[in-house]
């Protein structure tokens, strides 16, 4: 089974840092997506950015970017110029066949 | 405007109690999802349904059941063999088989 692992359970950052949020995962497979999705406080799911496991260049979002990084099977989320709003969990997601598999969150605070 | 329904947002219910939970979309997607969280933990699969009139269970769908009669509705019941039943329930639907679009929620409390 595939598994997902996010070692920071907590991070804070300055309002206007930059911050990374780690993720790593398990699979034995070649083809599958990875996302990043944000539940702020009203605990609406929001997806933040997606990654297809064939594409080598990195997806970018605005602030948002990843860096994907396939043989080390991992997946990290830098949001530039931090602000208040982005305040909230941050789940990281693999998915294959239909079917996501969440890691256990990072709780991101913005520090004004 | 197309999205997801869930309601109600807000559920108490007594134990030995059977409770069923909505979920709505207007989206055209094929497939829809049900997921369980609790505090610390990410989501969990409970039950998915990729068609109508077919579905799957997920990770932990014990003391769960649904349905698929219609394309746009996939009910969960939440049943008194679930042992711990309070927690946040999520809905979410595909229809490329990539990311999951997800309804406001449900929190649930058996008392």
């Known amino acids: ?112 | 405007d197309g999205g997801i329904t869930q309601s109600p947002k807000y559920l108490f219910r007594k134990e030995g109690q059977n409770v069923t939970l909505s979920c709505e979309q207007n989206l055209n997607h094929d497939a829809m999802y049900w997921y369980r969280q609790d505090p610390g933990q990410g989501l969990r699969l409970i039950y998915y349904s990729q068609i109508v009139n077919d579905f799957q269970k997920g990770d932990i769908a014990e003391g769960y059941s649904v349905s698929r009669e219609k394309k746009e509705s996939f009910p969960l019941t939440v049943t008194s063999a679930q042992k711990n039943p309070t927690a946040f329930y999520l809905c979410a639907s595909t229809s490329s088989g990539s990311e999951q679009y997800f309804g406001p929620g449900t929190r649930l409390t058996v008392t």
């Open chain 1, 1 to 112: 089974a595939q598994t997902v692992t996010q070692s920071q359970p907590e991070m804070s950052v300055q309002e206007a840092e930059t911050v990374t949020l780690s993720c790593t995962y398990d699979t034995s497979e070649s083809d599958y997506y990875l996302f990043w999705y944000k539940q702020p406080p009203s605990r609406q799911m929001i997806l933040v950015i997606r990654q297809e496991a064939y594409k080598q260049q990195n997806a970018t979002e605005n602030r948002f970017s990843v860096n994907f990084q396939k043989a080390a099977k991992s997946f990290s989320l830098k949001i530039s110029d931090s602000q208040l709003g982005d305040a909230a969990m941050y789940f990281c997601a693999y998915a294959r066949n239909e079917k996501l598999t969440f890691g256990t969150g990072t709780r991101l605070t913005i520090i004004p």
